[in-house]
């Protein structure tokens, strides 16, 4: 079985923490020990783990994500979204993370964010349970 979630965004650029959301997954399965993978099926959004403490941590992460890969550059993408798609395939677009004891094994600190890159838009993300 294959979670299916929805997630709406309401920034051109934001992060999202889903990391609730994929908990409830492995809750919902009763999985005790195996892997998560959290997959996303968009070419301008992404997945990937940092810190849920401070809020100044993903506020910082999006700024250097624009200083890194600025808006507005020579491209020739006729969408005009090319910064999201560069930005899609660095951040990447899926995670493994291992579960045991009926818990995905985070640190302390440590969130799932999904990562919108253009949004704001109606965007999904898929969650895969491994037993093993
Ligand atoms: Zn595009």
Redesign the pocket.
Known sequence: MIFDHGITTHKRREMIDISKAVAGDIKTEGLNDGLCVVFVTH??AAVTINENADPDVTRDMLYKFKQMVPENENYR?L?G??D??ILSTLIGCSLTIPIQNGQLILGTWQGIYFVELDGPRQRRFKVKLLKG
Request: net charge negative; proline share 0%.
């Open positions: 070419t301008t993408h969408e979204n090319s999201a798609h």
